[in-house]
Antibody
Framework: EVQLLESGGGLVQPGGSLRLSCAAS????????MSWVRQAPGKGLEWVSS????????YYADSVKGRFTISRDNSKNTLYLQMNSLRAEDSAVYYC??????????????WGQGTLVTVSS | QSALTQPASVSGSPGQSITISCTGT?????????VSWYQQHPGKAPKLMIY???NRPSGVSNRFSGSKSGNTASLTISGLQAEDEADYYC???????????FGTGTKVTVL
């Protein structure tokens, strides 16, 4: 059974940093692209970033480009999102999502339960 | 890149069929077949219902079907059931600098 478990969320001040992790199990981690998708309270879904199975291809939404960094450690079956220069509008539940194939299609067959990030002073 | 346009709400009675539209442009929905649909119940993570416009993942009921015409993709739910009441989002690849975009979301109510 595919399992994705996010961690690292919490309350952070504007301008601060946070690192999210997503521990994956139940599938060959390196064989699938992974992504982060966020959802502000009461709002819709927003794609944030994606990384291919090998880690060689990375994409970012314009809203986070230059501030967020996605990475993965295939030896630890873990996906990361380093978030710097956080803003109030980054407040959201952040979901880790598994793609359908090794390359990025951003069609997410499995999702974690999410971790809440709140940016506030 | 603006979100894809969906109706805010759609409703139907049990057993009926409903269709949710997802309107974009030739730079996203109309130009590529990387359109997917997600179902999200309150407080839960989204669930993939349709990918590549028309394909259903294993385990998804065949009451759900996808299609596309021009710049508009559609999700049809036939034989509407109470458990189908949820929010639905479309998504597509886009040639804009933000490579993937979601729709505005549609709340489905079963009367």
């Amino acid at each position: 059974e595919v399992q994705l478990l996010e961690s690292g969320g919490g309350l952070v001040q504007p301008g601060g940093s946070l690192r999210l992790s997503c521990a994956a199990s139940g599938f060959t981690f390196s064989g699938y692209a992974m992504s982060w998708v966020r959802q502000a309270p009461g709002k819709g879904l927003e794609w944030v970033s994606s990384i291919s199975g090998s880690g060689g291809t990375i994409y970012y939404a314009d809203s986070v480009k230059g501030r967020f960094t996605i990475s993965r450690d295939n030896s630890k079956n873990t996906l990361y999102l380093q978030m710097n220069s956080l803003r109030a509008e980054d407040s959201a539940v952040y979901y880790c999502a598994k793609d359908r194939i090794r390359e990025v299609t951003a069609q997410f067959q499995h999702w974690g339960q999410g971790t809440l990030v709140t940016v506030s002073s | 890149q603006s979100a894809l346009t969906q109706p805010a709400s759609v409703s139907g009675s049990p057993g009926q069929s409903i269709t949710i539209s997802c309107t974009g442009t030739s730079s996203d929905v109309g130009g590529y077949n990387f359109v997917s649909w997600y179902q999200q119940h309150p407080g839960k993570a989204p669930k993939l219902m349709i990918y590549d416009v028309t394909n259903r993942p294993s385990g998804v009921s065949n009451r759900f079907s996808g299609s596309k015409s021009g710049n508009t993709a559609s999700l049809t739910i036939s034989g509407l059931q109470a458990e189908d009441e949820a929010d639905y989002y479309c998504s597509s690849y886009t040639t804009s600098s933000t490579l993937y975009v979601f729709g505005t979301g549609t709340k489905v109510t079963v009367l």
